[in-house]
């Protein structure tokens, strides 16, 4: 099976603009996750997309959001970036579906977003 | 106080020898505990869970839990400079009626040949 495959790789945007990040889960995975992973935080958890509805969420404010589609497909879309959004987006998916408490997480490559 | 704590490093140790990695976590609702590797310039990748009190064993890899004591660890046998990559401890649980995900900031392990 093909990977988590995540468009584009590499974003680089100005202060201010928004940007849409894609995910395409592992074919068969119902469940996509994202997170944010800087250097000084670590790898954080944004939220959690389940059969298109948002199932769980992190501490970001809501300028972070994201939507997923039937096909599981699912973007994340970050309005009025700060410099401070610059970071690795890593998505990933899981096959059981129960959720990220018990959940194996596939990550993909990630997109490396620059806020200039 | 973190979350989720774990040393930093780097923790060097010779190629054959036992690696031993430790991570601390303050909620002691917490469910489930993931051990993640990471090698520089790509994603991570499961090296195992575990959910209840005791070791779980899985090849050269040995996942402890003692939730009493609010730590996990993860140890590696016959260690390998294949195995040097930074080290991610997840740890899952419930908050305000959602699920969450809380990762440490990573240990760097180097096997040295």
């Known amino acids: 099976k093909a990977g988590v495959t995540q468009t584009p790789r590499y974003l680089i945007k100005t202060r201010g603009q928004q940007v849409t990040l894609s995910c395409s889960p592992i074919?068969?995975?119902?469940?996509v996750s994202w997170y944010q992973q800087t250097p000084g935080q670590g790898l954080q958890f944004l939220f959690e997309?389940?059969?298109?509805?948002?199932?769980n969420k992190g501490n970001f404010p809501g300028r972070f959001s994201g939507r997923q589609f039937s096909n599981s497909r699912s973007e994340m879309n970050v309005s009025t970036l700060e410099l401070g959004d610059s970071a690795l987006y890593l998505c990933?998916?899981?096959?059981?579906?129960?959720?990220?408490?018990?959940?194996?997480?596939?990550f993909g490559p990630g997109t490396r977003l620059t806020v200039l | 106080q973190k979350e989720v704590e774990q040393n930093s490093g780097p923790l060097s140790v010779p190629e054959g020898a036992i690696a031993s990695l430790n991570c601390t976590y303050s909620?002691?609702?917490?469910?489930?505990f993931f051990w993640y590797r990471q090698y520089s310039g790509k994603s991570p990748e499961l090296i195992m869970f575990?959910?209840?009190?005791g070791d779980k064993e899985d090849g050269r890899f040995t996942a402890q839990l003692n939730k009493a004591s609010q730590y996990v660890s993860l140890l590696i046998r016959d260690s390998q400079p294949s195995d040097s990559a930074t080290y991610l401890c997840?740890?899952?649980?419930?908050?305000?009626?959602?699920?969450?995900?809380?990762f440490g900031t990573g240990t760097k392990l180097q096997v040295i040949p």
């Open positions: 575990i959910y209840s009190n």
């Open positions: 997840a740890v899952t649980g419930y908050s305000g009626g959602y699920q969450k995900v809380t």
């Open positions: 990933a998916s899981s096959p059981q579906g129960e959720g990220i408490v018990t959940d194996t997480q596939y």
């Open positions: 909620d002691r609702g917490s469910q489930s």
């Open positions: 074919s068969g995975h119902r469940s």
């Open positions: 997309y389940f059969s298109e509805t948002q199932r």
